[in-house]
């Protein structure tokens, strides 16, 4: 933090922010009584506000952030892009060369049954496609009833009208219904609030033959796809026990259902693999991917499409109707082409995987010790505890505070105040903090949710 900060006049910000900035997921009286946090610049896993305040920022932006603030080998990449062609569509048998090279690289990188790339803006734009390719999909195939997509409850999968409809966030339901119809929703493998008498290998079985028993429930001929988060982020941080992926796997196998894995998230090292499918040991149709592939310095989006359905697409289906302006954007392109090459040289991926994902794991389930901490757990550079109100012998005897209580969001209050961002979803705290975070960072992130803990008791 050397570089001298700009003066901001936070105060007349603030009024022309709750003045004329309709923000996203935000209660907008509530916003005008306290003002709106201005951030002004970044520098590796460091935020600074327009106060002046430093605030170490666990939450990788919106979880997008993976090389960190201020690498400027990303703002050059851009710039020259823009001076060279800032933009062409895809469209009509055109195409851009850092759309080109970055379509080959993402194939290289993920799985072998994915050898074709469709950019889109966002992540919600890709699930979007998923939704549209796999109904077409099935129409190829013959089987146009085929239309039902399975999905599970408090996942996210964006908000755009297929967005919200595939995701299972009841808040966004609530408000006009499902857009789409031809989607239902399971349970989520959620070892602490569904497991109780079980391990939680037993459990992952239980919670994947949800799924079984919805196909058998709707009739295999009418379902054309899961789709799934390998860990669920926005509905906190769920991460499924180790059986579960497996057996979901087999049942998409047994009824020829097509696997979606979003990786808006997971992908591009936030578990510790390039994407989150490898590491649950499955074998995704279609992957989302967004955030990560330019660590969100440029939106960008899109879906991995493997062989299974691209041959069909490709083979039968003739012009697939569907597709955005900024569809293969060069400039976003080409910044996605140099946060992957950081990636790759700085071994971040690797680096989360054996170093410091491992460091985080440890230090992160030291917080279980916490009068106010039910379970605590991680996976790669993703973690989440719950906050309770008394403990129990075991996680499903442990106390819960009433919703009312807003407990999590005390808790937030406090690391927003002590200079670091956590996220709260219900009384469950989440993290998802830049790949670059170094084990002393570590220790200072733990440090500030033991010291926000406290101040929550
Ligand atoms: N899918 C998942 C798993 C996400 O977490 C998100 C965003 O948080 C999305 C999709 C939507 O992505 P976007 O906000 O880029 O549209």
Same mark, same amino acid.
């Given at each position: 933090?050397?570089?001298?900060?700009?003066?901001?006049?936070?105060?007349?910000?603030?009024?022309?922010?709750?003045?004329?900035?309709?923000?996203?997921?935000?209660?907008?009286?509530?916003?005008?009584?306290?003002? &709106?946090?201005?951030?002004?610049?970044?520098?590796?896993?460091?935020?600074?506000?327009?106060?002046?305040?430093?605030?170490?920022?666990?939450?990788?932006?919106?979880?997008?952030?993976?090389?960190?603030?201020?690498?400027?080998?990303?703002?050059?990449?851009?710039?020259?892009?823009?001076?060279?062609? #800032?933009?062409?569509?895809?469209?009509?048998?055109?195409?851009?060369?850092?759309?080109?090279?970055?379509?080959?690289?993402?194939?290289?990188?993920?799985?072998?049954?994915?050898?074709?790339?469709?950019?889109?803006?966002?992540?919600?734009?890709?699930?979007?496609?998923?939704?549209?390719?796999?109904?077409?999909?099935?129409?190829?195939?013959?089987?146009?009833?085929?239309?039902?997509?399975?999905?599970?409850?408090?996942?996210?999968?964006?908000?755009?009208?297929?967005?919200?409809?595939?995701?299972?966030?009841?808040?966004?339901?609530?408000?006009?219904?499902?857009?789409?119809?031809?989607?239902?929703?399971?349970?989520?493998?959620?070892?602490?609030?569904?497991?109780?008498?079980?391990?939680?290998? $037993?459990?992952?079985?239980?919670?994947?033959?949800?799924?079984?028993? @919805?196909?058998?429930?709707?009739?295999?001929?009418?379902?054309?796809?899961?789709?799934?988060?390998?860990?669920?982020?926005?509905?906190?941080?769920?991460?499924?026990?180790?059986?579960?992926?497996?057996?979901? $796997?087999?049942?998409?196998?047994?009824?020829?259902?097509?696997?979606?894995?979003?990786?808006?998230?997971?992908?591009?090292?936030?578990?510790?693999?390039?994407?989150?499918?490898?590491?649950?040991?499955?074998?995704?149709?279609?992957?989302?991917?967004?955030?990560?592939?330019?660590?969100?310095?440029? #939106?960008?989006?899109?879906?991995?499409?493997?062989?299974?359905?691209?041959?069909?697409?490709?083979?039968?289906?003739?012009?697939?109707?569907?597709?955005?302006?900024?569809?293969?954007? #060069?400039?976003?392109?080409? &910044?996605?082409?140099?946060?992957?090459?950081?990636?790759?040289?700085?071994?971040?991926?690797?680096?989360?995987? $054996?170093?410091?994902?491992?460091?985080? @794991?440890?230090?992160?389930?030291?917080?279980?010790?916490?009068?106010?901490?039910?379970?605590?757990?991680? %996976?790669?550079?993703?973690?989440?505890?719950?906050?309770?109100?008394?403990?129990? &012998?075991?996680?499903?005897? %442990?106390?819960?505070? @009433?919703?009312?209580?807003?407990?999590?969001?005390?808790?937030?209050?406090?690391?927003?105040?002590?200079?670091?961002?956590?996220?709260?979803?219900?009384?469950?705290?989440?993290?998802?903090? #830049?790949?670059?975070?170094?084990?002393?960072?570590?220790?200072?992130?733990?440090?500030?949710?033991?010291? %926000?803990?406290?101040?929550?008791?």
């Amino acid at each position: 933090g050397a570089q001298q900060q700009e003066l901001y006049d936070t105060r007349a910000l603030q009024k022309l922010d709750s003045a004329h900035y309709m923000h996203p997921f935000t209660d907008h009286q509530e916003l005008a009584a306290k003002g &709106a946090r201005v951030m002004v610049r970044g520098e590796g896993i460091y935020l600074w506000d327009s106060e002046g305040k430093k605030i170490l920022d666990g939450m990788s932006g919106l979880w997008c952030v993976n090389v960190g603030y201020g690498r400027t080998s990303i703002s050059e990449a851009v710039y020259r892009q823009m001076e060279t062609l #800032p933009f062409y569509n895809s469209f009509f048998n055109t195409t851009n060369v850092p759309a080109v090279r970055l379509a080959a690289l993402l194939v290289e990188l993920s799985p072998p049954q994915f050898n074709h790339v469709f950019f889109t803006g966002s992540g919600s734009e890709g699930n979007d496609t998923n939704l549209r390719m796999v109904r077409r999909y099935w129409e190829l195939m013959g089987c146009p009833e085929r239309q039902t997509i399975i999905s599970r409850h408090n996942a996210y999968h964006g908000s755009t009208v297929a967005g919200s409809s595939l995701g299972g966030m009841g808040g966004m339901h609530a408000q006009g219904g499902l857009p789409v119809p031809g989607i239902v929703h399971i349970g989520q493998p959620n070892y602490v609030e569904a497991g109780r008498g079980m391990t939680e290998d $037993q459990f992952g079985l239980a919670a994947a033959g949800w799924l079984e028993a @919805k196909i058998l429930e709707l009739g295999a001929d009418k379902v054309a796809a899961f789709i799934g988060e390998p860990v669920q982020g926005a509905g906190g941080v769920i991460i499924p026990p180790a059986t579960y992926w497996p057996e979901i $796997q087999r049942i998409c196998d047994q009824y020829g259902v097509l696997l979606i894995a979003d990786e808006v998230i997971c992908g591009f090292g936030r578990l510790g693999a390039w994407f989150g499918s490898e590491l649950m040991g499955i074998r995704p149709d279609l992957i989302t991917f967004a955030k990560g592939v330019t660590s969100g310095y440029v #939106p960008l989006g899109g879906v991995l499409v493997g062989d299974r359905v691209a041959d069909v697409l490709i083979e039968k289906g003739g012009d697939f109707n569907h597709g955005f302006t900024y569809s293969g954007h #060069p400039v976003a392109c080409a &910044a996605a082409l140099e946060n992957i090459r950081i990636l790759l040289d700085e071994r971040l991926v690797e680096q989360v995987a $054996q170093s410091t994902g491992p460091y985080l @794991k440890e230090r992160f389930a030291s917080l279980a010790d916490h009068p106010l901490v039910g379970y605590a757990d991680s %996976c790669g550079f993703v973690a989440g505890l719950n906050l309770v109100r008394k403990k129990g &012998a075991v996680v499903h005897d %442990c106390e819960a505070f @009433k919703p009312e209580q807003g407990v999590g969001m005390i808790c937030r209050g406090y690391m927003f105040g002590n200079g670091m961002i956590m996220r709260a979803v219900g009384d469950r705290m989440i993290i998802a903090p #830049p790949l670059v975070m170094t084990k002393a960072q570590i220790d200072e992130m733990i440090g500030k949710i033991r010291f %926000c803990l406290d101040a929550t008791l």
